[in-house]
């Protein structure tokens, strides 16, 4: 069965650092492009992060600086480093992988379940 | 970045009846846009990639059109499993983007 899942979740003061992980299981894991993906409480979906087979990586305005994602496709694991959180950063974090059809990249097309991080003092 | 500009924000509809949403691109994105389905609680689901292209397994009552900068999301016959917040994602560039979202509700 594809599937992913996330862990290392929580509740963090502002300011501080997390470092979310993405196991990866039913797929070959090296050969896709993944991403991470936020939602507030509420609120739309924001993508936050993603990166290449071959470790290129990309980030919107809203984190770059703050935030780093990584692989290690020996472990068939993703990683995303959040640094300098801040309260708006509050969120369900989900990480969902690039799909591929013949004509190439599609749709993010499996996900995992998310975690939960949340920012307050 | 790329804007995606969804409406309605949300919807009331009938079972049976046809529910069509649409996204706009601030600029021109071909066909490179995504529709996603989310049920409160879980993550979301790929219904429809390259703007019309079906996902395995997704009922036949879900389509997707457009091109350029204009793109349309229809349900053909609204279900009452269809009650969920729909989003557009753009993939135009390498920075995704999603629309604000859909809510549909069962009127």
């Known amino acids: 069965e594809v599937q992913l899942v996330e862990s290392g979740g929580g509740l963090v003061q502002p300011g501080g650092s997390l470092r979310l992980s993405c196991a990866a299981s039913g797929f070959t894991f090296s050969n896709y492009d993944m991403h991470w993906v936020r939602q507030a409480t509420g609120k739309g979906l924001e993508w936050v992060s993603g990166i290449g087979t071959a470790g290129d990586t990309y980030y919107p305005g809203s984190v770059k600086g703050r935030f780093t994602i990584s692989r290690e496709n020996a472990k068939n694991s993703l990683y995303l480093q959040m640094n300098s959180l801040r309260a708006g950063d509050t969120a369900v974090y989900y990480c969902?992988?690039?799909?591929?059809?013949?004509?190439?990249?599609?749709?993010?097309?499996?996900w995992g379940q998310g975690t939960t991080v949340t920012v307050s003092s | 970045d790329i804007q995606m500009t969804q409406s309605p924000s949300s919807l009331s509809a009938s079972v049976g009846d046809r529910v069509t949403i649409t996204c706009q691109a601030s600029?021109?994105?071909?066909?490179?846009l995504n529709w996603y389905q989310q049920k409160p609680g879980k993550a979301p689901k790929l219904l429809i990639y390259d703007a019309s292209n079906l996902e395995t397994g997704v009922p036949s009552r879900f389509s997707g059109s457009g091109s350029g900068t204009d793109f349309t999301f229809t349900i053909s016959s609204l279900q009452p499993e269809d009650i969920a917040t729909y989003y557009c994602q753009q993939y135009d560039n390498l920075l995704p983007t999603f629309g604000q979202g859909t809510r549909l509700e069962i009127k």
């Open positions: 969902a992988r690039l799909g591929y059809t013949a004509m190439g990249p599609n749709g993010m097309d499996v």
């Open positions: 600029q021109d994105i071909s066909n490179y």
